[in-house]
């Protein structure tokens, strides 16, 4: 019998890269001890939610028994949360951003489909460069979009706006970015943002549906070394930011998120309200209200980003030591080195071997590479050092 | 410009007539004052969590700050949850369900856009009775399935078997049931859901794609009078239970439910393995994990379901008085009565005029009746009399 549809069992078969190394991780974890694995496979913050967060905690349980305290809110979000999200993106974006022009949404993810289902008619195309988090291709892909990853220029993984031009068809209804980037750690620079921005406005200069610049940017608060994340809104009419509380609150299992849009856009009240209908009737109805309640009273406050420092440091040691070449990641807190032998699967294999878990490029439709996230302690990355030497010497004999 | 598709800007043209009322019954509150207005458009529920939702709390806020305590959880939700979940289905249902064949969800919604998302190739149809929530539409209408609403027999509103097979065509993909129902309170008897799990049975003898019998059942806590509400899932392999924690907890915004599928399902871990994979593809990732550890902390509790039975009896002779024919609910915190005159349109707009909201029967696919929901103080059904009774004269003259 065929009990799921055609397209989401082929998904079923080609099951994500980084969910099968969360299973290989548990079971090495199993038959190991979690303690002699090293797993920088997942980006599961494990940082403490800032110290305000227990407070805020027992404010809502006290408020918990008044009646509708934890009932239906507007499909949009609190509207106190929607106006302080509104005025903080103000300031951040550099755009007069009002709570008309936010939703709140279910995480980063669900801002992406109750977007794309607002906007995507059978057939349209979503621009990405690539490396890329892939399921972007199913939150577009729900709705009948198609994914066209544009590859990214190494070594700096800034994207290639010629090839990103090229790509663009009169199908193409977003151009999706992220940065600091996953899975790159690079950071896009203010030049490159300016001559995007002006690649979509000449496209809508002739378009009735016009083309969007979509800007996924949960790390924005996760850049090192004083490297400038610049604002996205200022950059076209056309231009909407969402993020999430998932990083920067360490609340990633609470959901909440958010998209605001461009003031300037053309018809952008018609936006927003199909977005806060798509929000509503894809099943989210509206983000958590816990965790709204939580991310307001925390609006102010951050991990500590000091700690993810030290670790890329750590990383960055580690991968030296066994002779790996990389980019050293600007923001968010991942690494996407070269796979010692050009073959990402192999060396990745073979990182298994010595219980190091790690993605492989081709799990972020750029193959050669390999992603290692360093969401655990600091003496996890020291003591996997011989793993990567080791590993290193599997695919590589004596010498890199 | 067209910034929004077309299938999204036709939904919006015709927004839901709960929503329309919603925003009058804003308008009148803001212009009389709230007391003034007699809202019984909307199912908020408005009874208190149970007392337990604090201790609750309090015991979160001290884990808040354990490192992943708000993390990401598995996307079929915490496995504690889950365990506790299925013993509970179990002894429901009287069904053997375990925890792999539950997967949580965020609110039933997001069970069913999750399980619709599964299952449905574009052009698949879904059948369910009439009245019948008009979301249910956009749910499967997402991913190209359509809903054929079959009406219901009045005045008991029990689904017409006859018409429902009659219904059935080689792309109908499910059934979907509601009992207690909304709008109508009744509850579905066991002969009839019978005779439903063999139609079922007899449509899937010959079938490569299996016909799905889907229960949605957030109101199984709240029937009165000790009516029966038989379990659905004995009925045939092919039935699935979803449900939520919105009413029988008040914890509607914190968007917690669950999917559960009969265990003799064949292929029932390909399909939960599915549901799992939609549910993180949809963007829900995971439901929330603070409403997850509430709803297990709360599993055995319930709000207080003698307040929704004195406002049942209250709206009742206020509609007696007001010369209002009606069946009287079983179930859910719903009245569907007949309007008087016969033009359920018009005898909205007649409440509306003596600040009574109630939503046309129209906005369930239903036309003649109209939907109260009582989700308000006992003192407000109490106070809206004279208002039943004034727009019953503005439609009838004279006398009913």
Redesign the interface.
Known sequence: ??????G??R??AG?SWIRRMFEKGLELKQQYGAENVFDFS?G??????P?A??????G???E??????????PNAGLPVFREALAQRLARQQGVAVTSGQVVV???A??????FF?????PGDEVLCPAPYFV?YG??CG??GGVLRPVPARAPDFQPDLEAMEAAVTDRTRAIIINSPNNPTGCVYGRATLERLGALVDRVNAT????LFLVSDEPYRFLAYDGVEVPPVLPLTPFSLVLGSF?KSL??????VGYLAANPA????A??M??VT??N???????A????QR?ALALLDTGVDVGVYDRRRQAMARVLDAAGIRYAMPQGAFYFFPEAPGGDDQAFVRALLGHHVLAVPGAGFGFPGHFRLTFCVEESVIERSAAGFAAAVRDVCGGGV
Request: proline share 8%.
């Open positions: 019998m065929r009990v799921v549809s055609e989401v069992g998904q079923m099951a997942l599961n913050p494990d940082i403490p939610p110290a967060a227990r407070e805020a905690l027992l809502l349980a006290e918990a028994l008044r009646p509708l305290g934890l009932g239906y809110c949404t279910c995480g993810a669900g801002a992406l489909t109750s289902r607002a906007v995507i008619e399921e199913a939150y729900h709705f378009r009735e549906r016009p998932s360490s609340l990633a299992g609470e959901r856009m053309p018809e952008v018609t936006l309200g199909a209908m798509t509503r009737t894809l099943g989210f109805v509206n958590p209200v816990l965790g939580l």
